[in-house]
């Protein structure tokens, strides 16, 4: 069954289920997948740390730092999962807007976002499809933790 992911969401499930999520432009979707139990998250996050926020209470699947650690938290806390078994892998990230410069680069700021939580939480990066000037699709079967990644640019690739 489909699980669709929208923006600013998270979602941890098992097999059988396939979480998807559309339309990632400079919002990164962060994949975990622990093998062992096929227990698999998506974070699709918009912005890379959760110390912008004005708001007091918002959707911790909008931010890379609060995304992350509330998937590892319940797949190892809540599901059971092993810590050590968790993988990533990471699509988006975008530079949608090339006028604008690198210094509003906001792709390239949650792509970096995710890479420096996930190390910090010694969580290996399996695989990566980032940057570039398009948008993706992403699909994430639990049954394997294969992540498909569709565009107009490269069709779709495997991950």
Same mark, same amino acid.
């Given at each position: 069954? +489909?699980?669709?992911?929208?923006?600013?969401?998270?979602?941890?499930?098992?097999?059988?289920?396939?979480?998807?999520?559309?339309?990632?432009?400079?919002?990164?979707?962060?994949?975990?997948?622990?093998?062992?139990? +096929?227990?698999?998250?998506?974070?699709?996050?918009?912005?890379?740390?959760?110390? =912008?926020?004005?708001? *007091?209470? /918002?959707?911790?699947? *909008? /931010?890379?730092?609060?995304?992350?650690?509330?998937?590892?938290?319940?797949?190892?806390?809540?599901?059971?999962?092993?810590?050590?078994? =968790?993988?990533?892998?990471?699509?988006?990230?975008?530079?949608? /807007?090339?006028?604008?410069?690198?210094?509003?680069?906001?792709?390239? +700021?949650?792509? $970096?976002?995710?890479?420096? =939580?996930?190390?910090?939480?010694?969580?290996?990066?399996?695989?990566?499809?980032?940057?570039?000037? /398009?948008?993706?699709?992403?699909?994430?079967?639990?049954?394997?933790?294969?992540?498909?990644?569709?565009?107009?640019?490269?069709?779709?690739? $495997?991950?």
């Amino acid at each position: 069954m +489909k699980k669709i992911v929208k923006i600013s969401e998270l979602r941890i499930d098992c097999d059988p289920q396939i979480l998807i999520t559309r339309a990632l432009g400079s919002c990164v979707a962060v994949c975990l997948y622990e093998r062992h139990k +096929k227990i698999g998250g998506l974070c699709h996050f918009i912005l890379p740390n959760s110390s =912008i926020s004005r708001e *007091k209470k /918002f959707s911790p699947g *909008k /931010f890379a730092d609060t995304g992350i650690k509330m998937m590892v938290e319940e797949i190892v806390n809540r599901r059971g999962g092993r810590k050590s078994l =968790i993988e990533a892998k990471i699509v988006g990230g975008a530079k949608m /807007f090339s006028t604008l410069g690198d210094s509003l680069n906001i792709g390239d +700021k949650n792509v $970096k976002a995710a890479e420096k =939580i996930l190390k910090e939480l010694r969580i290996s990066i399996l695989a990566r499809d980032v940057g570039e000037d /398009f948008g993706r699709n992403v699909s994430m079967y639990l049954d394997s933790g294969t992540v498909e990644v569709t565009s107009f640019r490269k069709g779709t690739v $495997k991950l």
